[in-house]
């Protein structure tokens, strides 16, 4: 009735009212059924007659189902709460509609398949965990359960177990490692959601995850001459044979009992020592890695984890995820279409670690070979021994903020010459105590302290496309691309990601 009311009321029937009148049936033609008031009440008499043998036979249903089904039965009434499942899925890139394909095939002039430069995977480690979890939680502002249970498991929440729990059941699916417990994927928002959220993305700095840099409590040290003796210190012969040969005859040192290692060390009046002090630092808000984040859940092994630098751990989980998306399970199937020499490293760093100096200074206790870990090529030398085991040369960009965007260029550069048909091209940078300092002299990071004045939570103040930038947000993780020609792409049957149709840097003049 209301529809046909409504189609009286369109422009071109209220255009035929204009000219004469309209008489619409509503009725729906009932003035042509003969004897329609004796038909009606026929069949409304019927209905409650019917309606009550229905009620008979239902019920006579339920008590047999009763009797044969007992407590079950009462199931069928209950009300049924469907609750959404996690469903991972990576998707690869849609290809076009025919339209869209048919404006490429004709394109004017050919197209060299070994001049044309396409990415077929990418990965990242950075605040907000993964390349896919980033993109949730930028575009949408909010995770997915996949994203939470993604989450969860790389910050070392949650492991995932094929086999049985402590009771000795069989079990396949996600356990709480802290309760042993199994978590089923419609739990995983309401039990870790806001854990994950607190300790990811841009955040106040971490303390633990800085091997206890606090910027509220940024550590100096401050030469003093002492102005009157010091009570004896209980040091060992060879501690003592340290101070005596630094401070000279401005200390004694002297051995307990002929035989016993231990010495008593009196620093003396005029000897100079450091003292360590404590300033409250304005660079209080960066871009972290999800705190627990490790290396052990992707499979990395223990050695490995407990002796390399961080940085090199993101890259090597980045390249592995990045030849996963581009289609490659096993990197030596590179080989079966190219030559070891053909794949190429482009992986550099605007500063590696500087943390280790600081430890030797201190006197800590700090692995032998741990300078390797401060150059830069030796995230690139990690990937390269643990996964490619190419022959091709490692490039190493140092391009401080553009470091990425150098390792792209010089991807391209070299894959367009024929020196290379497939690359793996990125950057990372670690957050250092030393760093953050030098930049905030710079005046060149956003100030912490202001923005929390100006009602500004931290995750709103790395803002880089707006007026009100005050300077760019530290941060720390990596990031890699698998770069390769069009006609490796095709004969290895990699997914397209990208193309890349430019890539050039330039220098400003002077001036």
Same mark, same amino acid.
């Given at each position: 009735?209301?529809?046909?009311?409504?189609?009286?009321?369109?422009?071109?029937m209220?255009?035929?009212?204009?000219?004469e009148?309209?008489?619409?049936?509503?009725?729906g033609?009932?003035?042509? %059924?003969s004897?329609? =008031? @004796?038909?009606?009440?026929?069949?409304?008499?019927?209905?409650?007659? $019917?309606? &009550?043998? *229905?009620r008979?036979?239902?019920?006579?249903n339920?008590?047999?189902f009763?009797?044969?089904?007992g407590?079950?039965?009462?199931a069928?009434?209950e009300?049924?709460?469907?609750q959404?499942?996690n469903?991972?899925?990576?998707?690869q890139?849609?290809?076009?509609?025919?339209?869209?394909?048919?404006s490429?095939?004709?394109?004017?002039?050919?197209?060299?398949?070994?001049?044309?430069?396409? %990415?077929?995977?990418? =990965? @990242?480690?950075g605040?907000?965990?993964?390349a896919?979890?980033?993109? $949730?939680? &930028?575009a *949408?502002?909010?995770l997915?359960?996949?994203?939470?249970?993604e989450?969860?498991?790389?910050?070392?929440?949650?492991?995932?177990?094929?086999?049985?729990?402590?009771?000795?059941?069989?079990y396949?699916?996600?356990?709480?490692?802290a309760?042993?417990?199994?978590v089923?994927g419609?739990?995983m928002?309401a039990?870790?959601?806001?854990?994950?959220?607190?300790?990811?993305g841009?955040?106040?700095?971490?303390?633990e995850?800085?091997k206890g840099?606090?910027?509220?409590?940024?550590?100096?040290?401050q030469?003093i001459?002492?102005?009157?003796?010091?009570?004896?210190?209980e040091?060992?012969?060879?501690?003592?044979?340290?101070?005596?040969?630094?401070?000279?005859?401005?200390?004694?040192?002297?051995?307990?009992?002929?035989g016993?290692?231990?010495?008593?060390?009196v620093?003396?009046?005029?000897?100079?020592?450091?003292?360590?002090?404590?300033?409250?630092?304005?660079?209080?808000?960066?871009g972290?890695?999800?705190?627990?984040?490790?290396?052990?859940?992707?499979g990395?092994?223990?050695d490995?984890?407990?002796q390399?630098?961080?940085?090199?751990l993101?890259?090597?989980?980045?390249?592995?995820?990045?030849?996963?998306?581009?289609?490659?399970s096993?990197?030596?199937?590179?080989?079966?279409?190219?030559?070891i020499s053909?794949?190429?490293?482009?992986?550099?760093?605007?500063?590696?670690?500087l943390?280790?100096?600081?430890?030797?200074r201190?006197?800590?206790?700090?692995?032998?070979d741990?300078?390797?870990?401060?150059?830069?090529?030796?995230a690139?030398?990690w990937?390269?021994?643990?996964?490619?085991s190419?022959?091709?040369?490692i490039?190493?960009?140092v391009g401080?903020?553009?470091t990425?965007?150098?390792?792209v260029?010089?991807?391209?550069?070299?894959?367009?010459?024929?020196?290379?048909?497939?690359?793996?091209a990125?950057?990372?940078?670690?957050?250092?105590?030393?760093?953050s300092v030098?930049?905030?002299?710079m005046?060149?990071?956003?100030?912490?302290?202001?923005?929390l004045?100006?009602g500004?939570?931290?995750?709103e103040m790395?803002?880089?496309?707006?007026?009100?930038?005050?300077?760019f947000?530290?941060?720390?993780?990596?990031?890699?691309?698998?770069?390769?020609?069009?006609?490796?792409a095709l004969?290895?049957?990699?997914?397209?990601q990208?193309?890349?149709?430019y890539?050039?840097?330039h220098?400003?003049?002077?001036?």
């Amino acid at each position: 009735m209301a529809f046909k009311i409504l189609g009286l009321l369109s422009p071109v029937m209220s255009s035929f009212s204009q000219i004469e009148t309209i008489q619409a049936d509503l009725g729906g033609g009932s003035d042509r %059924v003969s004897e329609l =008031a @004796e038909k009606t009440t026929d069949i409304r008499t019927t209905f409650p007659a $019917e309606a &009550e043998k *229905r009620r008979a036979l239902a019920l006579e249903n339920s008590a047999d189902f009763r009797i044969f089904r007992g407590a079950a039965a009462e199931a069928l009434h209950e009300k049924v709460h469907v609750q959404p499942r996690n469903n991972f899925r990576f998707e690869q890139p849609k290809i076009g509609t025919t339209a869209e394909l048919q404006s490429v095939a004709k394109m004017e002039g050919p197209l060299d398949p070994t001049k044309v430069l396409i %990415v077929t995977g990418f =990965a @990242e480690v950075g605040p907000w965990g993964s390349a896919r979890t980033r993109w $949730e939680q &930028e575009a *949408r502002s909010e995770l997915t359960i996949e994203d939470i249970i993604e989450m969860a498991w790389m910050m070392g929440t949650i492991r995932h177990v094929n086999g049985k729990l402590k009771n000795g059941k069989p079990y396949v699916g996600w356990v709480d490692i802290a309760s042993n417990e199994p978590v089923e994927g419609k739990d995983m928002r309401a039990r870790y959601e806001k854990d994950i959220m607190s300790h990811a993305g841009v955040r106040f700095i971490k303390p633990e995850l800085f091997k206890g840099y606090d910027p509220k409590r940024k550590g100096f040290q401050q030469e003093i001459e002492l102005s009157h003796d010091l009570e004896r210190l209980e040091v060992c012969g060879a501690e003592a044979e340290k101070h005596k040969r630094e401070h000279g005859d401005k200390v004694d040192a002297s051995g307990l009992a002929p035989g016993n290692d231990s010495w008593l060390v009196v620093l003396k009046k005029v000897a100079r020592i450091f003292v360590p002090k404590a300033v409250s630092f304005n660079r209080l808000v960066a871009g972290q890695i999800p705190t627990g984040w490790s290396g052990r859940p992707y499979g990395i092994p223990e050695d490995i984890v407990s002796q390399v630098d961080r940085t090199s751990l993101w890259v090597l989980v980045c390249v592995a995820e990045a030849l996963v998306m581009s289609g490659i399970s096993d990197p030596y199937e590179l080989y079966e279409h190219v030559h070891i020499s053909d794949v190429l490293i482009s992986i550099g760093s605007g500063m590696e670690s500087l943390g280790l100096f600081r430890d030797r200074r201190n006197d800590m206790d700090v692995q032998k070979d741990i300078l390797q870990e401060t150059f830069i090529n030796v995230a690139s030398g990690w990937v390269n021994l643990l996964l490619m085991s190419s022959a091709g040369p490692i490039k190493r960009p140092v391009g401080a903020c553009a470091t990425a965007l150098d390792s792209v260029e010089i991807a391209a550069e070299i894959i367009l010459s024929g020196e290379a048909k497939v690359m793996l091209a990125g950057g990372f940078d670690d957050l250092s105590e030393e760093g953050s300092v030098e930049f905030a002299n710079m005046n060149a990071t956003s100030h912490a302290q202001q923005e929390l004045s100006a009602g500004r939570e931290p995750s709103e103040m790395s803002r880089p496309t707006t007026t009100t930038r005050a300077g760019f947000m530290e941060s720390q993780g990596s990031g890699v691309q698998v770069l390769m020609s069009l006609d490796i792409a095709l004969e290895m049957g990699c997914p397209i990601q990208a193309i890349v149709a430019y890539s050039s840097t330039h220098t400003d003049k002077q001036g």
